[in-house]
């Protein structure tokens, strides 16, 4: 069964940090794009960040650029979301997801559950 399992949501204070960890389990991790979505209550949900394969840059969205940081280690099939100076507007629910397997960031297939994240003043 394919899966993805995050873990490493919780809650910190204003300026606080934070590491997410995404798991893939059942499927080749190293040809898939890797993208991080958050969504918070009443809202769309967003992109934050993502990973195309191991040789290419990762990409964050300007509202957390400079804060969070993407990257992968394939040969452990995981992604990791390291976010500093969290904020009030970072509190959401953090999933990760792939594309299908030689797809490009956008072709997402697989979910994973998704992880809390709460940030107090």
């Known amino acids: 069964q394919e899966q993805l399992i995050e873990s490493g949501g919780g809650s910190v204070q204003t300026g606080g940090s934070l590491t997410l960890s995404c798991a893939a389990l059942g499927f080749t991790f190293r040809s898939r794009c890797v993208v991080w979505f958050r969504q918070a209550p009443g809202k769309e949900r967003e992109e934050v960040a993502s990973i195309y394969r191991s040789f290419a840059a990762p990409v964050t969205v300007d509202s957390v650029k400079g804060r969070f940081m993407v990257s992968r280690d394939d040969d452990k099939s995981t992604s990791i979301l390291h976010m500093n100076n969290l904020g009030p507007e970072d509190t959401a629910v953090y999933s990760c997801?792939?594309?299908?397997?030689?797809?490009?960031?956008?072709?997402?297939?697989?979910w994973g559950q998704g992880t809390q994240v709460t940030v107090s003043s």
């Open positions: 997801a792939v594309s299908r397997a030689g797809g490009d960031c956008t072709e997402i297939r697989i």
